[in-house]
C-alpha cells in the first residue's frame, strides 16, 4: 500500500466515523446501500472473490440468482460499516433492542460458573455489533485483530473496539496471542475469535458447504488445552419486527465436546470440523450476510483469480 493510499484510506474511515455518526438514521442507511449498488455494479475484485465465494456455496443458483444474492451480499457489507461507524452512539438500551440472542443461555451457565467460553465466529453479519452486545449482556469479550494498514487506522479500531468494552490482542507484532488467549480462558474469560480463514498458516483443512476449506484451529485448541467450553456462534441479519431496519441475531450452537479418543492434533481438527458444519448450515441459509471477500477453499488457495458463473452487470471493488 503506497504512503497516498494509505492516507486516503485513513481519511475515509475518519470521515465514516465522524460524518455517518451525524446523519439521519434512514439517510445513513440509504447512503450506504446506494454504495453498495455502484460498487456491486463496477464488479471490482473484492466483488468478484465474493461472488466466486457465493458460488462455490451456493451452486445450484442461475448466474442471474447468483448476481441478485451478490447485490444482496453488498449491500450486507456496507450495512455492517454503517452499523459500525454508528455503534459508539448507541445506548444499552438501543444495544439489546437491535440484537436478537438464540441459544445464549448455555454460555451464560458457563461463564456464572467461572470456567470460560470459546466462540468459532465466521465473517457473518455484524460481529461488533454481536461482540458488543456480548460484552454487556454475557461478559466483556477477548479477541484477536488483524492488525491493518495503515497503523493510524488499525490504532483507531483497537480504541473503538475497547471502547466498546472488549480486549483486543493484535495477531502480529505484540506478545505471543495464543499465551495470552490461553491465560485469558484459564481466568474464566469469554473468548470470540474470528476462525472461517487460516491466517497463520497452521490452520486445518475441513469440509465447508461441500468443498474443502482451510479454518483457523485457534477455538479448538484453546478448548483443547484449557477445558473451556467451544461453541460455534453465527451472525446474520433479519428485518427488526417494529419495521425500522434491521437487527442483528446472534445464534449459539450447543458446546462441541471435547473427542475423548486421539491426539491433541486430532481433537482439534475433529471440533474444528464440527464448527465448521454448523457455519455451513448458515452460509447456506443466510449466505448475503458472509462477507467473505477473500480465498478459503483449497481449490482457490493456488490461483491467481478465481472466475464465477456472472450476469452481465458491472460491480467493483470497494478501494
Not at 474511515?13 to 455494479?41: E, H
Request: proline fraction near 4%; include cysteine; charged fraction near 25%.
Amino acid at each position: 500500500m503506497s504512503k497516498l493510499s494509505e492516507r486516503a484510506t485513513l481519511a475515509a474511515y475518519r470521515a465514516g466515523w465522524s460524518l455517518v455518526r451525524r446523519m439521519p438514521n434512514r439517510l445513513a442507511y440509504a447512503s450506504f446501500d446506494l454504495i453498495a449498488d455502484v460498487t456491486w455494479r463496477r464488479r471490482g475484485k473484492n466483488v468478484e472473490r465474493m461472488r466466486s465465494n457465493y458460488a462455490t456455496v451456493r451452486p445450484e443458483l442461475s448466474p442471474a440468482e447468483l448476481d441478485a444474492l451478490v447485490r444482496a451480499g453488498m449491500r450486507s457489507y456496507l450495512r455492517y460499516w454503517c452499523d459500525s461507524f454508528r455503534l459508539p452512539d448507541r445506548s444499552i438500551e438501543e444495544l439489546i433492542d437491535g440484537v436478537r440472542g438464540v441459544g445464549d443461555d448455555a454460555v451464560r451457565a458457563q461463564l456464572q460458573s467461572g470456567r470460560s467460553a470459546v466462540i468459532f465466529l465466521g465473517h457473518m453479519g455484524n460481529w461488533d455489533f454481536g461482540g458488543a452486545w456480548s460484552t454487556t449482556q454475557l461478559a466483556p469479550v477477548t479477541t484477536v485483530a488483524e492488525r491493518l494498514k495503515p497503523e493510524e487506522l488499525f490504532d483507531e479500531f483497537l480504541a473503538f473496539r475497547e471502547g466498546l468494552g472488549m480486549r483486543i490482542i493484535p495477531l502480529t507484532g505484540g506478545s505471543d496471542v495464543f499465551r495470552e488467549l490461553t491465560k485469558a480462558c484459564r481466568s474464566g474469560a469469554l473468548v470470540a475469535l474470528l476462525a472461517d480463514r487460516d491466517l497463520t498458516k497452521g490452520g486445518v483443512e475441513v469440509d465447508f458447504c461441500g468443498q474443502r476449506a482451510r479454518m483457523a484451529i485457534g477455538p479448538a485448541a484453546l478448548a483443547v488445552n484449557t477445558g473451556a467450553a467451544l461453541f460455534p456462534c453465527m451472525v446474520h441479519y433479519e428485518p427488526h419486527p417494529r419495521g425500522h431496519g434491521w437487527r442483528t441475531v446472534v445464534t449459539f450452537h450447543d458446546a462441541v465436546a471435547v473427542p475423548a479418543e486421539g491426539t491433541p492434533r486430532d481433537k482439534v481438527q475433529a471440533m474444528t470440523q464440527a464448527c465448521a458444519d454448523a457455519l455451513s448450515q448458515a452460509v447456506r441459509e443466510h449466505t448475503h450476510d458472509w462477507h467473505m471477500m477473500q480465498r478459503v477453499f483449497t481449490k482457490d488457495l493456488d490461483g491467481d483469480r478465481v472466475s464465477a458463473p456472472r450476469a452481465d452487470s458491472r460491480s467493483a471493488d470497494l478501494t
